[in-house]
């Protein structure tokens, strides 16, 4: 470990003594220290590492628009590659969403299995699912009492990005939002043309067993509320069924995205931000938990204030 | 602590050695488990513990059931008993879903705010959230390496429901599909007539700050899958947006309404079922994570096989 910082070490004190009236109002609320970050303790986003996926307009004609945000190295090993050839290709226009599981994900991609993919895809083995070298600081998470990830080892944070380690390296989570690689039975790790989004209680189970490529920042109603597959594993049954996607690009290659922003997980604004998430003690609250599981701790993110 | 059970004592010797495709034909999936069980390992749910909520028919006009199961003493507490009267009383009749917030909750009552309430509700103290008494063997999960809850000493499993614990007590948990009472700024706890369901991950930090109450157990897709409300806190702006409740009856007050079964949380089958959720070895599966959060080990529920 690189850095490990007990975040949660005066939790026991907090949970002991319900909060009273007058002491909260000096402790605001999650939501309140992310709107009063300071402006430089914003990242912006790179298009280049933005796609953006427009779904067919619903039934009252409204548009329906997903931004993802891909995973940066070491993280993004071939996959992403795979995915910037594939979106480069607009492979994914004219193909649908074809799974909707509910409390797990949302699936898409070419329904038929049978749509050549592009030339130059990389495979990649599954022994990358885990990075074994640290990539620069990253920020370890632990709470009170040894309570910790069920999970992994340790969990922390990496420019912006929620990371699970062992012994072994490290490896992103699967947390509401994320987007990973669909697959066959292993050692197949996937092209990266088969995607899906996770919609319900994180299923860590998945971490190191399936590549995590990305996550969506913007519109994941659009698919967290699409009605849920018949079939098995949330599979539409029928064609009429499916969810067309119009197209998916590349950031840099549509028009009209807006750009976007993560608070630095290096902040000061975050640190207090991640401790507000794990020990709440805005009004609503009586009992800070004194600890929070990783995948509460989303990483705000938000369209750039020019 | 009654009894203390160290489940994956084993885990971190699968996760060291991934698991050959030979041995994994011994290994079955959790759902292979849980349809294996014996009938005797399943445990009939009392039709009196059941609520029925039939929302209008969508836009198809298909129905819409909503079954949830009560939660039983001791965490029951005050509040179950006032859901029983509101149901008697018909109380959620004309009532609708006002909120829908992504990755949150679904929250269902009287959106005018209005609507009198039947007389004999009981007040309940928030120190009610946390129950002191341990019921009754209570099973105790802890992962290898020190993996645990992030938000307890300890969790497990009683007659069929998930539990947290500390030094002070035991609570039930915020997993997807429990259902809570709405509430004010503490010490209002709420009389249980505005009630809301997870349909996100876990919001675990309402433990012990708000009361349980119950769980969905069939037709939650009914709700995870409505359009997220565009207010504050996901509330429904407009009028019509709002999904109308026909009606909500306790299941021994409720015509055609299906008999359901839980697998025992003391049978070997949920031992089974319970360890292969934290350590996946069916066929997809390279690495076993070697622990499972609580909120990922649903306890199986289905319509009783007669």
Excluded at 72 to 84: L, T
Excluded at 108 to 137: F, H, R, S
Excluded at 223 to 239: D, I, N, Q
Aim: proline residues 7%; hydrophobic residues 40%.
């Amino acid at each position: 470990m690189k850095r490990y910082l007990s975040l949660f070490a005066s939790a026991a004190m907090y949970a002991a003594f319900p909060v009273s009236a007058q002491e909260v109002k000096t402790h605001p609320a999650p939501s309140e220290i992310v709107a009063s970050a300071k402006a430089g303790e914003w990242v912006a986003i790179a298009p280049t590492d933005l796609m953006v996926m427009d779904l067919a307009p619903d039934s009252k004609g409204r548009p329906r628009r997903v931004v993802i945000q891909l995973i940066p190295e070491p993280f993004s090993q071939g996959w992403v590659g795979n995915i910037r050839k594939l979106a480069a290709a607009k492979w994914w226009d004219g193909t649908s969403i074809n799974r909707v599981q509910d409390n797990y994900v949302v699936q898409w991609g070419d329904a038929t299995e049978k749509k050549a993919l592009p030339e130059g895809l990389a495979t990649v083995e599954k022994k990358n699912y885990i990075t074994p070298n640290w990539p620069g600081k990253v920020w370890i998470l632990t709470g009170a009492d040894g309570r910790r990830d069920a999970y992994a080892a340790a969990h922390g944070f990496y420019v912006g990005w929620t990371l699970a380690a062992s012994s072994e390296g490290l490896w992103p989570t699967h947390c509401y939002g994320m987007v990973g690689v669909g697959r066959n039975l292993s050692p197949d790790t996937g092209s990266g043309a088969e995607l899906y989004t996770v919609i319900g209680h994180a299923p860590r189970h998945l971490d190191r067993n399936i590549a995590l490529v990305g996550r969506v920042i913007e519109g994941i109603e659009h698919m967290s509320s699409l009605p849920r597959g018949t079939g098995a594993l949330g599979f539409y049954e029928k064609e009429e069924e499916r969810v067309p996607i119009l197209s998916l690009r590349l950031g840099n290659e549509t028009k009209e995205v807006h750009a976007f922003e993560y608070l630095s997980t290096d902040s000061d604004s975050f640190a207090a931000y991640a401790d507000a998430r794990a020990n709440r003690r805005d009004p609503f609250f009586s009992v800070p938990a004194g600890g929070a599981d990783i995948c509460n701790i989303p990483v705000p993110v938000r369209r750039k204030i020019r």
